[in-house]
């Protein structure tokens, strides 16, 4: 049991970074590396159609082309950051509902069970370390169940015992009230017989 | 060999898979559980993501050099297909904005009379092949079948996308309603889309606006499929 519990917890340790790792490379490393390569091919393209097909030492006046295919080149990038604004929005979006969503899910059963509710579990969606902190809750939970059925359990064993233990403690104080009633009685019994023995003594004396 | 084509291409891919991946999604939730909104949803961004792939090809061809690849696509897959593509998108706002079935017959039957009317004068008069920019190309039907396009299909469409925006939003912020918020998130996407890729369908963002259009479509896609994934049981 311990062991398992381990090894999902080796398994998932690592699993939020990779998220955002993973968003991170999508929303902001392909796209610039895509914007990277695109901007070698746009001078190989500056090169190919300006230096290659003239020759350096032919090269007068930069050409309006030249010009164009830069500031093409610019607005390229300018809308690559625009690009990589947006993908990282989205993927913020994205992770703070992944993590937000099971951490809700955790306050909302949290809620459920101080209230007394041990019947509520919570659905294990995510692979990571929420869903591992959720599924110990529901052990958690689970385990609290049945600790409150074996001390109910116990809770009636004993008010069953205490019962008994009263009612035995009530015959025996009636007992009792009957044992002390009898002594009582016998004692004055005892002390009628000694006057009366006393009375005889004298009237045979006299 | 422009390589903004190449990044205007990259930009589509995006734009296209995004919209493949909710709708794949969609059709996994709505296995799951219950999904309280038409199927149009669904079939419009299975349509509207091989649209942009395919137009992601076209450019790519562009890219290329393959000009004459680039138009018979255009001529055969992605010019009609901007006006079969939202098709879907009449049943879904038919669903949402009318309860009675006659008038979503109506409304769905005016807006398809509309649709194959774009479709036959595109093919009965070709298109105008764009100039080869920087960007790619861009070519754009006939000035016919744009017209027929903005008066029975665009402007209807978008006057029932702005309805159902606002109606939507006023329900939503009333009741909180998750489902509610979904759809609005949808209508929000579609607001985006049809505010922005009208301009793609009639080439009125030249150059490297016509990037910023694909962005534009791009986010749309990413509302959608932000909107897909609310949740919508705990």
Same mark, same amino acid.
């Given at each position: 049991?311990?062991?398992? =519990?381990?090894?999902?917890?080796?398994?998932? =340790?690592?699993?939020?970074?990779?998220?955002?790792?993973?968003?991170?490379?999508?929303?902001? /490393?392909?796209?610039?590396?895509?914007?990277?390569i695109l901007i070698i091919l746009?001078?190989?393209?500056?090169?190919?159609? &300006?230096?290659?097909?003239?020759?350096?030492?032919?090269?007068?006046?930069?050409?309006?082309?030249? &010009?164009?295919?830069?500031?093409?080149?610019?607005?390229?990038?300018?809308?690559?950051? &625009? /690009?990589? /604004?947006?993908?990282?929005?989205?993927?913020?979006?994205?992770?703070? =509902?992944?993590?937000?969503?099971?951490?809700?899910?955790?306050?909302?059963?949290?809620?459920?069970?101080?209230?007394?509710?041990?019947?509520?579990?919570?659905?294990?969606?995510?692979?990571?370390?929420?869903?591992?902190?959720?599924?110990?809750?529901?052990?958690?939970?689970?385990? /609290?169940?049945?600790?409150k059925k074996v001390s109910e359990?116990? =809770?009636?064993?004993?008010?069953?015992?205490?019962?008994?233990?009263?009612?035995?403690?009530?015959?025996?104080?009636?007992?009792?009230?009957?044992?002390?009633?009898?002594?009582?009685?016998?004692?004055?019994?005892?002390?009628?017989?000694?006057?009366?023995?006393?009375?005889?003594?004298?009237?045979?004396?006299? | 060999?422009?390589?903004?084509?190449?990044?205007?291409?990259?930009?589509?891919?995006?734009?296209?898979?995004?919209?493949?991946?909710?709708?794949?999604?969609?059709?996994?939730?709505?296995?799951?559980?219950?999904?309280?909104?038409?199927?149009?949803?669904?079939?419009?961004?299975?349509?509207?993501?091989?649209?942009?792939?395919?137009?992601?090809?076209?450019?790519?061809? +562009?890219?290329?050099?393959?000009?004459?690849? +680039?138009?018979?696509?255009?001529?055969?897959?992605?010019?009609?297909?901007?006006?079969?593509?939202?098709?879907?998108?009449?049943?879904?706002?038919?669903?949402?904005?009318?309860?009675?079935?006659?008038?979503?017959?109506?409304?769905?039957?005016?807006?398809?009379?509309?649709?194959?009317?774009?479709?036959?004068?595109?093919?009965?008069?070709?298109?105008?092949?764009?100039?080869?920019?920087?960007?790619?190309?861009?070519?754009?039907?006939?000035?016919?079948?744009?017209?027929v396009f903005i008066l029975s299909?665009?402007?209807?469409?978008?006057?029932?996308?702005?309805?159902?925006?606002?109606?939507?939003?006023?329900?939503?912020?009333?009741?909180?309603?998750?489902?509610?918020?979904?759809?609005?998130?949808?209508?929000?996407?579609?607001?985006?889309?049809?505010?922005?890729?009208?301009?793609?369908?009639?080439?009125?963002?030249?150059?490297?606006?016509?990037?910023?259009?694909?962005?534009?479509?791009?986010?749309?896609?990413?509302?959608?499929?932000?909107?897909?994934?609310?949740?919508?049981?705990?």
């Amino acid at each position: 049991m311990f062991s398992q =519990r381990m090894s999902s917890k080796i398994n998932h =340790r690592m699993s939020i970074f990779i998220k955002f790792l993973l968003l991170s490379i999508i929303s902001t /490393i392909i796209p610039l590396v895509i914007t990277g390569i695109l901007i070698i091919l746009s001078y190989q393209e500056v090169i190919n159609q &300006f230096i290659a097909e003239q020759g350096i030492d032919l090269i007068g006046e930069p050409e309006q082309g030249l &010009f164009l295919t830069l500031s093409n080149i610019r607005i390229q990038v300018v809308l690559t950051l &625009f /690009i990589v /604004i947006i993908l990282t929005l989205f993927s913020n979006v994205l992770m703070t =509902r992944n993590l937000i969503r099971p951490l809700k899910n955790l306050i909302k059963g949290t809620k459920e069970v101080a209230k007394g509710n041990l019947d509520y579990i919570i659905k294990v969606k995510a692979k990571d370390e929420l869903g591992e902190l959720t599924n110990n809750f529901n052990s958690m939970v689970q385990q /609290i169940k049945q600790e409150k059925k074996v001390s109910e359990k116990v =809770r009636v064993d004993l008010e069953g015992k205490t019962k008994e233990l009263q009612q035995k403690v009530a015959d025996l104080e009636k007992f009792h009230k009957l044992t002390i009633g009898r002594e009582l009685k016998m004692v004055e019994l005892k002390k009628q017989i000694k006057e009366l023995k006393e009375k005889t003594k004298r009237e045979n004396v006299s | 060999m422009y390589t903004g084509a190449l990044y205007n291409s990259f930009v589509t891919f995006i734009a296209g898979i995004v919209s493949l991946i909710v709708f794949f999604q969609l059709g996994r939730l709505r296995k799951k559980r219950e999904i309280r909104y038409s199927r149009g949803v669904d079939y419009f961004l299975l349509l509207y993501g091989l649209l942009w792939i395919f137009v992601g090809i076209r450019v790519f061809f +562009d890219w290329l050099g393959l000009l004459d690849l +680039d138009m018979f696509i255009w001529d055969w897959f992605t010019g009609p297909m901007t006006y079969i593509h939202i098709v879907p998108g009449f049943f879904y706002f038919a669903w949402s904005l009318f309860k009675r079935k006659g008038a979503r017959y109506l409304f769905i039957g005016s807006l398809i009379f509309g649709t194959i009317l774009c479709l036959y004068t595109f093919f009965r008069y070709g298109s105008i092949p764009g100039e080869l920019t920087y960007w790619g190309t861009k070519p754009v039907a006939n000035e016919l079948t744009q017209k027929v396009f903005i008066l029975s299909v665009f402007l209807p469409i978008l006057l029932a996308i702005l309805t159902d925006f606002f109606r939507r939003l006023k329900r939503w912020l009333k009741t909180k309603n998750i489902v509610e918020k979904q759809i609005f998130g949808f209508n929000a996407a579609f607001l985006i889309y049809a505010s922005i890729a009208i301009f793609d369908a009639l080439a009125l963002a030249p150059g490297w606006k016509l990037l910023l259009v694909r962005i534009g479509v791009m986010i749309s896609a990413l509302i959608f499929y932000l909107s897909a994934n609310i949740e919508t049981e705990d």
